[in-house]
């Protein structure tokens, strides 16, 4: 008898067996979509909620950033959204005084992203003198600057923007934010402060620099930037091996 079961267990395994084989092409086709499905969605939540890749296309935050500094900017507790869209929610977290910040250009939110400092916070009021900031009437001390500070020319303000005055209080829920290359940066001397709900998150850390001409990082350079890569790969010299894994 218990021959018999072996025998009818051996028979029962060997047909699931090939059932499972005789599975329709088409059947295994739409299990592979799934599977990848769902991969791929982890990786838009993991995208859009807890890091994205930058790369640096200008010279406004040298020399703590370089242009072509590829960056991994964290997300958490900035700000939540859905890759490839302008969809996101602000989250809990408040950049401190001096924290590098990345956010979406108030004046243009469908443009690319801006990387700057931010120098004064809500409540604030920042005045400009003799090239220095002071803060709350005393001067703020920034080691990390390239040339002096000044008030944006006449005239630098976005269409539909006055020109800012000094000394400038900060609104609540925003923030006065700079460049660290203060010669050359577009920045709130310009167009004013940055809203918190525009602030989606601050670098972490340089997993690849490229010492390369500026037109490969500019948007839609897919072409210049393919080329570039490939000649890092033939020519590393490009790159800056010391800035690679710098964190912020």
Known sequence: MRWRNVKADAKNEKAKKEKKSSLPVRQGIQREIIAWFWVALAFMLINGTVGQARVIPSGSMENTLLIGDHLIMSRIGYDAGVPFTNWHVPLWRNPPRQQVIIFKPPYAPDTTDLIKRTIGLP???????????????????????????????????????????????????CYFAMGDNRTNSY????????????????????????????????????????????????????????????TF
Request: net charge neutral; hydrophobic share 35%.
């Open 123 to 173: 409540g604030d009021t920042v005045d400009l003198r003799d090239g220095t900031v002071y803060i709350n009437g005393l001067k703020f001390n920034e080691p990390y600057t390239i040339g002096l500070t000044e008030p944006a020319p006449p005239g630098s303000a976005p269409p539909g923007y006055a020109d800012i005055k000094f000394p400038y209080h900060v609104p609540d829920n």
């Open 187 to 246: 920045d709130s001397r310009a167009w004013g402060c940055v809203p918190r709900n525009d602030i989606i998150g601050t670098p972490v850390m340089i997993y690849m620099s490229l010492d390369v001409p500026s037109d490969a990082w500019q948007p839609g350079q897919i072409r210049e930037r393919f080329f570039t890569y490939a000649r890092a790969i033939l020519h590393p010299g490009v790159v800056r091996w010391k800035r690679l894994f710098r």
